[in-house]
Protein backbone atom coordinates (compact mmCIF):
# COMPACT_ATOMS: atom_id res chain seq x y z
CA UNK A 1 0.00 0.00 0.00
CA UNK A 2 0.89 3.76 -0.17
CA UNK A 3 2.36 5.62 2.73
CA UNK A 4 -0.75 7.55 4.02
CA UNK A 5 -3.24 4.48 3.17
CA UNK A 6 -5.71 4.65 5.75
CA UNK A 7 -5.72 1.23 7.98
CA UNK A 8 -6.75 -0.92 11.13
CA UNK A 9 -5.88 -3.60 12.89
CA UNK A 10 -7.67 -6.81 14.17
CA UNK A 11 -8.00 -10.14 15.47
CA UNK A 12 -10.55 -12.66 14.63
CA UNK A 13 -11.70 -14.96 16.74
CA UNK A 14 -11.76 -18.90 16.31
CA UNK A 15 -15.50 -18.31 16.30
CA UNK A 16 -15.35 -16.66 12.44
CA UNK A 17 -13.60 -20.21 11.14
CA UNK A 18 -15.41 -21.78 8.36
CA UNK A 19 -13.31 -25.15 7.68
CA UNK A 20 -9.56 -24.23 8.56
CA UNK A 21 -9.79 -20.30 7.71
CA UNK A 22 -11.48 -17.41 9.09
CA UNK A 23 -14.57 -16.84 6.89
CA UNK A 24 -14.13 -15.14 3.72
CA UNK A 25 -17.46 -13.14 4.06
CA UNK A 26 -15.94 -11.79 6.89
CA UNK A 27 -12.80 -10.91 5.35
CA UNK A 28 -14.41 -8.87 2.44
CA UNK A 29 -16.88 -7.44 4.75
CA UNK A 30 -13.72 -5.95 6.17
CA UNK A 31 -12.55 -4.43 2.94
CA UNK A 32 -15.75 -3.02 1.85
CA UNK A 33 -15.85 -0.98 5.16
CA UNK A 34 -12.29 0.23 4.85
CA UNK A 35 -12.83 1.36 1.54
CA UNK A 36 -16.04 3.08 2.74
CA UNK A 37 -14.44 4.50 5.46
CA UNK A 38 -11.47 6.07 3.55
CA UNK A 39 -13.73 7.37 1.09
CA UNK A 40 -16.65 8.43 2.93
CA UNK A 41 -18.70 7.25 0.17
CA UNK A 42 -20.86 3.98 -0.60
CA UNK A 43 -19.45 0.92 -1.95
CA UNK A 44 -21.30 -0.08 -4.82
CA UNK A 45 -19.53 -3.36 -6.48
CA UNK A 46 -16.38 -5.31 -5.12
CA UNK A 47 -13.81 -7.81 -6.78
CA UNK A 48 -12.14 -9.21 -4.09
CA UNK A 49 -9.31 -11.85 -4.45
CA UNK A 50 -8.69 -14.06 -1.12
CA UNK A 51 -4.89 -15.58 -1.82
CA UNK A 52 -4.48 -17.45 1.41
CA UNK A 53 -6.10 -18.54 4.24
CA UNK A 54 -6.90 -16.08 7.10
CA UNK A 55 -5.63 -17.85 11.02
CA UNK A 56 -7.74 -16.57 14.03
CA UNK A 57 -6.35 -15.30 16.76
CA UNK A 58 -3.36 -13.67 14.34
CA UNK A 59 -3.31 -9.97 14.21
CA UNK A 60 -4.40 -9.00 10.48
CA UNK A 61 -3.67 -5.33 9.03
CA UNK A 62 -6.28 -3.99 6.96
CA UNK A 63 -5.60 -0.68 4.69
CA UNK A 64 -7.40 0.93 1.86
CA UNK A 65 -5.99 3.88 -0.77
CA UNK A 66 -8.07 5.51 -3.18
CA UNK A 67 -7.42 4.75 -6.86
CA UNK A 68 -9.60 7.40 -7.72
CA UNK A 69 -11.71 10.12 -5.69
CA UNK A 70 -14.43 11.98 -6.72
CA UNK A 71 -18.34 11.27 -6.80
CA UNK A 72 -17.29 7.65 -8.63
CA UNK A 73 -14.35 6.20 -7.09
CA UNK A 74 -12.48 3.25 -7.04
CA UNK A 75 -10.67 2.02 -3.31
CA UNK A 76 -8.21 -0.78 -3.11
CA UNK A 77 -8.34 -2.26 -0.02
CA UNK A 78 -5.44 -5.03 1.32
CA UNK A 79 -5.68 -7.21 3.86
CA UNK A 80 -2.37 -8.69 5.65
CA UNK A 81 -1.09 -11.13 8.26
CA UNK A 82 2.31 -11.65 9.46
CA UNK A 83 3.41 -9.44 6.49
CA UNK A 84 1.66 -11.74 4.06
CA UNK A 85 -1.35 -10.65 1.40
CA UNK A 86 -3.83 -12.54 2.16
CA UNK A 87 -6.79 -10.60 0.58
CA UNK A 88 -7.58 -7.77 -1.84
CA UNK A 89 -10.29 -5.67 -2.79
CA UNK A 90 -11.57 -3.55 -5.78
CA UNK A 91 -14.13 -1.46 -4.73
CA UNK A 92 -16.48 1.07 -6.86
CA UNK A 93 -17.78 3.65 -4.55
CA UNK A 94 -20.36 6.56 -5.35
CA UNK A 95 -21.16 9.75 -3.24
CA UNK A 96 -24.54 9.74 -4.19
CA UNK A 97 -27.43 8.99 -2.00
CA UNK A 98 -28.32 5.62 -1.59
CA UNK A 99 -32.15 4.72 -2.57
CA UNK A 100 -34.29 1.62 -3.57
CA UNK A 101 -33.34 -0.36 -6.41
CA UNK A 102 -35.85 -0.62 -9.34
CA UNK A 103 -35.39 -3.62 -10.67
CA UNK A 104 -37.12 -4.72 -14.42
CA UNK A 105 -38.69 -7.99 -15.51
CA UNK A 106 -40.79 -9.97 -13.97
CA UNK A 107 -40.75 -10.95 -9.98
CA UNK A 108 -40.75 -13.99 -8.22
CA UNK A 109 -43.36 -13.91 -5.02
CA UNK A 110 -40.65 -13.86 -1.54
CA UNK A 111 -41.14 -17.14 0.54
CA UNK A 112 -42.24 -15.79 3.97
CA UNK A 113 -39.84 -16.01 7.26
CA UNK A 114 -42.50 -18.30 8.79
CA UNK A 115 -41.65 -20.51 5.89
CA UNK A 116 -38.36 -21.44 6.74
CA UNK A 117 -37.10 -24.42 8.92
CA UNK A 118 -34.92 -23.78 11.26
CA UNK A 119 -31.31 -25.45 10.31
CA UNK A 120 -27.76 -25.30 12.13
CA UNK A 121 -24.64 -25.79 10.61
CA UNK A 122 -22.29 -28.21 11.77
CA UNK A 123 -19.61 -26.64 14.39
CA UNK A 124 -17.29 -29.10 13.87
CA UNK A 125 -16.59 -28.26 9.98
CA UNK A 126 -18.47 -24.60 10.10
CA UNK A 127 -17.82 -22.58 14.17
CA UNK A 128 -19.36 -19.89 12.05
CA UNK A 129 -22.62 -21.53 12.06
CA UNK A 130 -22.28 -20.05 15.53
CA UNK A 131 -23.18 -16.54 14.22
CA UNK A 132 -25.63 -17.52 11.99
CA UNK A 133 -29.22 -18.08 12.00
CA UNK A 134 -30.68 -20.20 9.21
CA UNK A 135 -34.61 -20.53 8.33
CA UNK A 136 -33.87 -23.02 5.29
CA UNK A 137 -36.32 -22.58 2.29
CA UNK A 138 -37.23 -25.52 -0.19
CA UNK A 139 -36.55 -29.14 -0.13
CA UNK A 140 -32.68 -28.84 -0.55
CA UNK A 141 -30.10 -29.29 2.28
CA UNK A 142 -26.29 -29.09 3.14
CA UNK A 143 -25.00 -32.63 2.30
CA UNK A 144 -28.47 -34.02 1.22
CA UNK A 145 -27.56 -35.75 -1.87
CA UNK A 146 -30.20 -33.54 -3.64
CA UNK A 147 -30.57 -33.42 -7.36
CA UNK A 148 -30.14 -29.47 -7.86
CA UNK A 149 -26.65 -27.54 -6.38
CA UNK A 150 -29.03 -24.69 -4.66
CA UNK A 151 -29.43 -23.82 -1.25
CA UNK A 152 -32.01 -21.30 -0.49
CA UNK A 153 -32.36 -19.51 3.25
CA UNK A 154 -33.56 -16.62 5.23
CA UNK A 155 -30.40 -15.85 7.24
CA UNK A 156 -29.82 -13.17 10.13
CA UNK A 157 -26.48 -12.64 11.88
CA UNK A 158 -26.55 -13.60 15.59
CA UNK A 159 -24.44 -12.68 18.99
CA UNK A 160 -22.79 -10.08 16.90
CA UNK A 161 -22.57 -6.36 16.66
CA UNK A 162 -21.11 -5.77 12.82
CA UNK A 163 -20.77 -2.79 11.07
CA UNK A 164 -23.33 -3.35 8.30
CA UNK A 165 -20.61 -3.54 5.64
CA UNK A 166 -19.14 -5.99 7.40
CA UNK A 167 -22.10 -8.18 8.36
CA UNK A 168 -23.36 -7.68 4.55
CA UNK A 169 -20.33 -9.49 3.27
CA UNK A 170 -20.63 -12.27 5.86
CA UNK A 171 -24.20 -12.72 4.55
CA UNK A 172 -22.89 -12.81 1.33
CA UNK A 173 -20.71 -16.00 2.37
CA UNK A 174 -23.19 -17.53 4.75
CA UNK A 175 -24.37 -20.39 3.01
CA UNK A 176 -21.78 -23.29 2.40
CA UNK A 177 -20.62 -24.07 -1.23
CA UNK A 178 -24.07 -25.17 -3.14
CA UNK A 179 -22.46 -28.15 -4.27
CA UNK A 180 -22.69 -29.30 -1.17
CA UNK A 181 -26.90 -29.78 -1.70
CA UNK A 182 -26.03 -32.40 -3.86
CA UNK A 183 -23.35 -34.08 -1.61
CA UNK A 184 -23.35 -36.21 1.08
CA UNK A 185 -20.12 -35.90 2.48
CA UNK A 186 -18.40 -32.48 3.21
CA UNK A 187 -15.24 -31.83 1.06
CA UNK A 188 -13.22 -28.09 1.48
CA UNK A 189 -14.22 -25.68 -1.66
CA UNK A 190 -12.52 -22.49 -0.03
CA UNK A 191 -13.78 -19.16 -1.83
CA UNK A 192 -11.08 -17.83 -3.97
CA UNK A 193 -12.91 -14.46 -5.65
CA UNK A 194 -15.94 -13.23 -5.09
CA UNK A 195 -17.77 -10.22 -7.03
CA UNK A 196 -20.66 -8.23 -5.69
CA UNK A 197 -23.05 -5.56 -6.50
CA UNK A 198 -24.82 -3.70 -3.78
CA UNK A 199 -27.87 -2.40 -3.85
CA UNK A 200 -28.87 0.89 -1.57
CA UNK A 201 -27.94 0.59 1.94
CA UNK A 202 -26.61 -2.50 3.19
CA UNK A 203 -29.54 -4.12 5.82
CA UNK A 204 -29.23 -3.08 9.70
CA UNK A 205 -27.62 -5.35 12.16
CA UNK A 206 -29.27 -8.61 12.82
CA UNK A 207 -32.09 -8.28 10.24
CA UNK A 208 -33.03 -10.58 8.33
CA UNK A 209 -31.92 -11.64 4.59
CA UNK A 210 -33.35 -13.95 2.12
CA UNK A 211 -30.03 -16.01 0.53
CA UNK A 212 -30.37 -17.86 -2.90
CA UNK A 213 -27.96 -19.49 -3.73
CA UNK A 214 -26.82 -21.77 -6.44
CA UNK A 215 -24.39 -23.59 -8.62
CA UNK A 216 -23.81 -22.39 -12.05
CA UNK A 217 -20.92 -24.16 -13.27
CA UNK A 218 -18.39 -26.44 -12.22
CA UNK A 219 -14.94 -28.32 -13.88
CA UNK A 220 -12.52 -30.30 -12.05
CA UNK A 221 -10.62 -27.78 -10.74
CA UNK A 222 -13.34 -24.61 -9.39
CA UNK A 223 -17.10 -24.09 -9.15
CA UNK A 224 -18.71 -20.63 -9.35
CA UNK A 225 -21.98 -19.99 -7.68
CA UNK A 226 -24.51 -17.02 -8.02
CA UNK A 227 -26.19 -15.59 -5.19
CA UNK A 228 -28.76 -13.30 -4.20
CA UNK A 229 -29.93 -11.45 -1.20
CA UNK A 230 -33.31 -9.87 -0.23
CA UNK A 231 -34.33 -7.98 2.78
CA UNK A 232 -37.77 -8.80 4.35
CA UNK A 233 -39.91 -6.21 2.41
CA UNK A 234 -38.72 -8.41 -1.04
CA UNK A 235 -36.09 -5.37 -1.70
CA UNK A 236 -32.79 -6.16 -3.28
CA UNK A 237 -29.69 -5.74 -1.22
CA UNK A 238 -26.52 -6.98 -3.08
CA UNK A 239 -26.38 -10.03 -6.37
CA UNK A 240 -22.93 -11.52 -6.11
CA UNK A 241 -21.15 -14.14 -7.95
CA UNK A 242 -18.04 -16.41 -6.43
CA UNK A 243 -15.67 -18.80 -7.44
CA UNK A 244 -14.71 -21.73 -5.17
CA UNK A 245 -11.55 -24.12 -5.52
CA UNK A 246 -12.41 -27.76 -5.77
CA UNK A 247 -10.03 -29.25 -2.99
CA UNK A 248 -10.09 -33.45 -2.88
CA UNK A 249 -13.57 -33.44 -4.46
Do not use: C, K, N
Not at 104 to 122: A, K, S
Not at 218 to 237: F, I, K
Request: proline share 8%; charged share 20%; no cysteine.
Amino acid sequence: MPEGAGGRRLVFDPTWRSFTSTQGGLVIGHLLDAAADLSGAAPRAVTAHLLGGVASDVAVEVAAVADRAGRTGSVRSELRQEGALRAVAQVLTSAGRASSAREFGPGEPLPRLEDGEPFELPRDYVPVGEHTEIRALGSTRPLGGGAEPRLHAWVRIRGAELAPLVQLGVLLDALPPSLFAVRTVPAAMPTVELTAHLAGSPPPSGAWVRVDQRTVWADDALAVDDVELRALDGSLVARGRQTRRLLGV
